[in-house]
């Protein structure tokens, strides 16, 4: 079973504090035009953006949940259509060249032009910007600036952004920011016990800790064998002592035969946050990976900050994942 997808998705497990935010500035009549949803990947924002957003479309009625639309009510179905008249739905797409899921500044000047007409149901419009951190500065955010310096009446942009720091500091600053937290991990063993229950409680409380509260990282794990994948950068990091090269360009091979990218894209995020948590243990002073020798920790705290660069240049750009794989790891062996 898989999580439905969050414009269609009726839960919203763990964040009933940020969705009360949303509905208490609602109330008040004086809603914020522009709202900037952040958090880790997969742990809720754009399911709390379109729960809000059917919330306002539908009139604001009262649930029995904070921001509740009943599922089977003709705004939930609309919305979770893409069919609304008074909702827009800005979101990377695959650009030209074969470059992967970018923003593009002409649906950016769409969702602008929209903002600036008259609600057809005579109520808010509504723009969904997600994955805002795929936004080029120097054209999307641009674009969007004029209308969250001068927004048009009862209107709400709502900007889901999984890195914050991305975004130009005169859009941040516009937006009214809401923090979404990790789930505990009573709640995540809930959801995943829900969403997966073909797989054993242990597998399950593994894709749990590797996703760090994230259900959709969980999710996205189990789907793209991450306990696997984890057990791969495990390996390679054990290794660095002693490089292999066949054995390197067999991982390399593998990761970039999957055509999705979610191998190599998952690949990364774990050895990132293999290297984060080594760093922490060690700054706790507690025991850290022998392999955390092989540099100082400033060049470690360095060497995370290269791999997501390559990581999101590989994507974006459409480059060669098994030269990016390669290449991570001769950063990380190089002495």
């Given at each position: 079973m898989t999580a439905p997808e969050p414009r269609a998705n009726p839960d919203l497990v763990g964040h009933e504090e940020a969705a009360?935010?949303?509905?208490?500035?609602?109330?008040?009549?004086?809603?914020?035009?522009?709202?900037?949803l952040c958090g880790p990947p997969g742990i809720g924002k754009a399911t709390?953006?379109?729960?809000?957003?059917?919330?306002?479309?539908?009139?604001?009625?009262?649930?029995?949940a904070p921001l509740f639309v009943d599922p089977a009510s003709a705004v939930f179905r609309r919305v979770a259509a893409d069919t609304h008249a008074d909702c827009f739905t800005l979101e990377p797409n695959t650009g030209d060249r074969g470059t992967k899921r970018v923003l593009r500044v002409e649906d950016a000047r769409e969702a602008v032009r929209f903002l600036t007409q008259t609600a057809a149901e005579g109520g808010w419009r509504v723009v969904v910007l997600d994955e805002a951190e795929r936004a080029d500065q120097a054209a999307v955010q641009n674009t969007l600036l004029k209308t969250l310096e001068e927004p048009p009446p009862k209107t709400v942009l709502l900007v889901v952004c999984s890195a914050p720091q991305r975004l130009l500091p005169t859009i941040r600053s516009r937006c009214r920011r809401l923090d979404l937290n990790p789930l505990p991990a009573a709640e995540m063993e809930a959801l995943l016990a829900r969403l997966l229950p073909e797989r054993g409680k242990a597998e399950r409380a593994r894709l749990a800790a590797l996703a760090a509260g994230s259900p959709g990282r969980a999710l996205a794990l189990a789907e793209a064998g991450g306990l696997e994948l984890q057990a791969m950068v495990e390996a390679s990091l054990d290794a660095l002592a002693r490089p292999e090269p066949p054995r390197e360009h067999a991982l390399a091979d593998r990761l970039a035969m999957d055509r999705t990218g979610g191998a190599f894209g998952?690949?990364?995020?774990?050895?990132r946050g293999a290297i984060a948590a080594a760093l922490r243990e060690a700054a706790r002073g507690r025991p850290a990976p022998p392999w955390l020798a092989r540099h100082p920790l400033a060049v470690w705290a360095s060497l995370w900050d290269r791999l997501g660069h390559l990581a999101d240049d590989t994507e974006r750009l459409n480059l060669d994942r098994k030269q990016a794989v390669l290449t991570g790891l001769s950063w990380l062996a190089r002495p």
């Open positions: 009360r935010t949303l509905e208490s500035a609602a109330r008040s009549g004086r809603l914020h035009h522009a709202w900037l709390l953006a379109w729960r809000f957003a059917r919330w306002l479309l539908a009139g604001m009625p009262q649930g029995e998952i690949f990364m995020g774990l050895l």
